[in-house]
């Protein structure tokens, strides 16, 4: 952490690497955009860069951070996107990349952004309860309770049903 707070190159990089993946994961479950999901986890990047001298905490109160910090940018994106739809005038290709279970990814879709947000942490970037509650900022117990519900409604949605 003294490195990240004298802004070290390679603390930074240190901590590049170790995380930037998990956290372009959980962005792209929140907005499904893989380029809005890369600039989310950037802006994150950006702005412990800026703020890193004044950060407390050891690197569990880091990596919490920057996931909190990555969330609200997300969240601020979807709030954008509900003021001011795009339409795309040209779309460039995807890069090739194994194609997702199209139900899942539907399933998905039909969930709310809160309850996405929580599928996706817990069951793709791996965080446990008392992780995904400092990134959140709900309780522990509250975190497992609302998992709970949204695996409820994902399994609906999968199951074929409405929850």
Not at 9 to 34: K, P, T
Not at 122 to 140: C, D, P, S
Request: aromatic share 6%.
């Amino acid at each position: 952490m003294d490195g990240v707070r004298e802004r070290s190159e390679a603390a930074f990089s240190a901590v590049h690497r170790a995380i930037a993946s998990d956290l372009a994961s959980y962005a792209h479950g929140m907005l499904r955009d893989r380029h809005a999901s890369e600039d989310a986890v950037q802006q994150a990047f950006l702005e412990l860069a800026r703020t890193a001298h004044r950060f407390r905490g050891d690197g569990r109160a880091l990596v919490a951070w920057l996931y909190r910090t990555v969330r609200r940018r997300c969240l601020d994106e979807v709030r954008r996107r509900r003021r001011r739809p795009e339409v795309p005038v040209f779309v460039l290709p995807e890069p090739a990349e194994p194609e997702p279970d199209p139900v899942l990814v539907d399933a998905l879709g039909q969930l709310s952004v809160k309850d996405r947000e929580l599928i996706v942490l817990r069951h793709v970037v791996g965080l446990n309860g008392t992780e995904m509650a400092a990134v959140t900022g709900r309780t522990r117990a509250g975190v497992y309770a609302a998992v709970e519900r949204a695996e409820h409604k994902l399994r609906g949605f999968l199951e074929g049903g409405e929850r």
